[in-house]
């Protein structure tokens, strides 16, 4: 039966990118209520905004809820950039939820994804090596993954988490609660004398197993206040989770999901290509929906650890309501026809369900994406998928896009060069010349040549990703990489970077 199926049915409303009144998630929650869903997944902070009062560090709303113009691409560049729920508002958001029969989840983005945070309380955030306290956080004011991590190594900076969770936990009846743990970049990390030395002292090699650390940590937290976790599917990256863990799934890794269920780990699934309703309509509509696999690969042999289905709505370039209702609607619709199929329904016919499902929609005031768009024929998809880009890298959002992939790229190829067993101190200093252009800031006259090597290292990654000549540089670095191998010298482990005085 459906219900047993899906027993999570539900959909994520991100506010952070762009804030939603109050009274439009709740016409939200009636269309969801309305198509059957009992999950809403509220993701209240990100980079680009902190949107939840938490009474004892009120400068995360006084800061980190206010940003000016933002850019992402399309769209107002203006509205509903700034805005946050009082804990009032929150009570009665999840009051009136749970009259509706749906559990509202909150998601606090751990370790990161916290610039907004750190814009509040830099001191949370990591020491440099070289210990001049540069590369400040901001509001975020554009898409991409940025390097703010909240430290952790830094005591206190766990402690400023677990209170900021004791006022959530508060709040939100349910007991799950979602901590992020997605693209956490770990460009500060890997240079913070902090966290380095949890490193060392919890003998951990790498920063991926850092981030599952703080995670256990937190999820144990959590634990002793009654709620369960839950995390993106990138932190099995840092080794597996015990199975009071939740996973939701979203994209790459699935081998690990697979291994996590296999372990009696329970799983959300909200696989991108078929359940993000940010994405447009070339890329994701009916006939993808109706043709997803009710079990996907990973789950097979473990069906009954998958919990259900969860279509995120990210908002980067959702300004408003009228925008949100096009997103969704009818594609969070169709998710919903497709969970109650309880046969093999026919294209005809599940459009069919769809239109009859939207009228009540409709009636509620959301007006959703026209027929015309429904479904595509390939021609119109990729014309689609190719508008989308360009609005999204037109002018001075493509600008900032393309100086945060620098940073992306950077992260990637300092994993590299540490696996091609290139000196720390060098990976460094190279990385430093990039981030401190991205920053703003001069760079080190001295790591001038080292800046040189890594740009050109960076250029190749690129090149690799994009080019068809891909394969042979790949086989090209396989060969550097087996060289590296043979003629390294012993692990050392990982070598102290000097404490300074005066540093944050
Ligand atoms: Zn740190």
Known sequence: MPEKAFAHRGFMLDVSRHYMPVADIRKLLQAAQTLGLNRMHWHLTDDQGWRIEIRKYPKLTQ???????????????????????????IRGIVEYAGSLGIDIIPEIEIPGHESAMLAAYPEYGCRRGNGDGRWPDKVEISCGIFPGLICAGKPDAMRFLKDILDEVTELFPYPAMHIGGDEAMKIRWRRCPDCRRRMREEGIETEDALQRSVVLEIGEYLASRGKRTIVWNDVLEGGPL???????????????????????????????????????????????????????EYARGHEEHLLGVECPLWTERVNNIGRAAYQLFPRLTAVAVWMEAEGELSPAEFTDRVREKQKKIEALGLTGAPESVWEMSEEDAEKDRKAEYSRVYSGRSGELIHANDQMVLLESTER?????????????????????????????????????????????????????????????????????????????????????????
């Open 416 to 504: 590299m060069m540490r696996e091609a067993g290139l000196p720390e101190d060098l990976i460094y200093r190279a990385g430093n010349t990039v981030a401190a252009e991205y920053y703003g800031e001069a760079a080190d006259p001295a790591d001038e040549s080292a800046g040189k090597l890594i740009r050109q290292i960076m250029k190749a990654a690129e090149g690799r990703e994009k080019e068809d000549w891909r394969k042979e540089c790949e086989h090209l670095f396989r060969d550097i990489q087996q060289c590296a191998a043979d003629t390294a010298v012993p692990d050392p482990g990982i070598p102290a970077v000097p404490d300074r005085e005066g540093t944050r």
């Open 242 to 296: 015990p199975d009071t863990f939740i996973v939701q799934q979203w994209m790459g890794g699935e081998e690990k999901t697979r291994a996590f269920m296999e372990n009696g780990g329970d799983v959300i699934r909200s696989d991108n290509r078929s359940f993000y309703l940010d994405y447009c309509y070339g890329q994701t509509n009916l006939k993808t929906i109706r043709e997803t696999p009710r079990i996907p």
């Open 63 to 89: 800061i980190g809820s206010v940003r000016g113009d933002s850019w992402f691409g399309g769209g107002s560049e203006t509205e509903n950039n700034c805005g946050y729920y009082t804990q009032e508002e």
